[in-house]
């Protein structure tokens, strides 16, 4: 996986990409994030197909994030072939591996900032999977993070 923190993805990612990055840039002002009672899911109609809204619902004994699915959208429900709303991330994730998964959203949390991360990976059915993501952080008011925005779509130039 390759991340990307800076903005530099914005001039090679998709416009849908693009289109969520700056609605959550402008949410959050000149803050590390915004709080998650900001977010209108109404503001990004066409992309709610492809989000996920990931809680953290804490952190486990060794320090690592305890993540579950709160919002899935059409197309991730699709993608998976199951809906894991309302599971953890550990029970219904969709990526190369479980520790991948996990490592991507403890970046997230730790870091307290956005992580685009174009993907490509083999599901356990041999399917391959090529998708643009980006990762978006809400948090409290005492700073730490509270949910993750993922939005998601499909990588047209595929595995190369």
């Given at each position: 996986?390759t991340?990307?923190?800076?903005?530099n993805?914005?001039?090679?990612?998709?416009?849908?990409?693009?289109?969520?990055?700056?609605?959550?840039?402008?949410?959050?002002?000149?803050r590390?994030?915004p709080?998650?009672?900001?977010?209108?899911?109404?503001?990004?109609?066409?992309?709610?197909?492809?989000?996920l809204?990931?809680?953290?619902?804490?952190?486990?004994?060794?320090?690592?994030?305890?993540?579950?699915?709160?919002?899935?959208?059409?197309?991730?429900?699709?993608?998976?072939?199951h809906?894991?709303?309302?599971?953890?991330?550990?029970?219904?994730?969709?990526?190369?591996?479980?520790?991948?998964?996990?490592?991507?959203y403890?970046?997230?949390?730790?870091?307290?900032?956005?992580?685009?991360?174009?993907?490509?990976?083999?599901?356990?059915?041999?399917?391959?999977?090529?998708?643009?993501?980006?990762?978006?952080?809400?948090?409290?008011?005492?700073?730490?993070?509270?949910?993750?925005l993922?939005?998601?779509?499909?990588?047209?130039?595929?595995?190369?």
């Amino acid at each position: 996986m390759t991340n990307h923190t800076d903005r530099n993805f914005l001039t090679t990612t998709s416009p849908m990409i693009k289109a969520v990055f700056t609605y959550w840039d402008r949410l959050r002002g000149d803050r590390p994030m915004p709080e998650r009672a900001e977010f209108d899911p109404s503001a990004i109609p066409r992309h709610l197909p492809g989000v996920l809204l990931v809680e953290v619902e804490g952190v486990d004994p060794n320090g690592v994030g305890i993540y579950r699915y709160r919002v899935v959208g059409t197309m991730e429900v699709e993608n998976r072939g199951h809906n894991p709303t309302g599971k953890l991330v550990s029970e219904g994730y969709f990526g190369a591996s479980l520790e991948e998964s996990i490592a991507t959203y403890e970046w997230v949390r730790r870091n307290k900032t956005c992580l685009y991360a174009p993907l490509d990976f083999v599901t356990d059915d041999h399917l391959p999977v090529s998708e643009l993501s980006i990762l978006l952080p809400f948090g409290t008011a005492s700073g730490d993070v509270s949910h993750i925005l993922v939005y998601s779509e499909p990588n047209d130039a595929g595995f190369k």
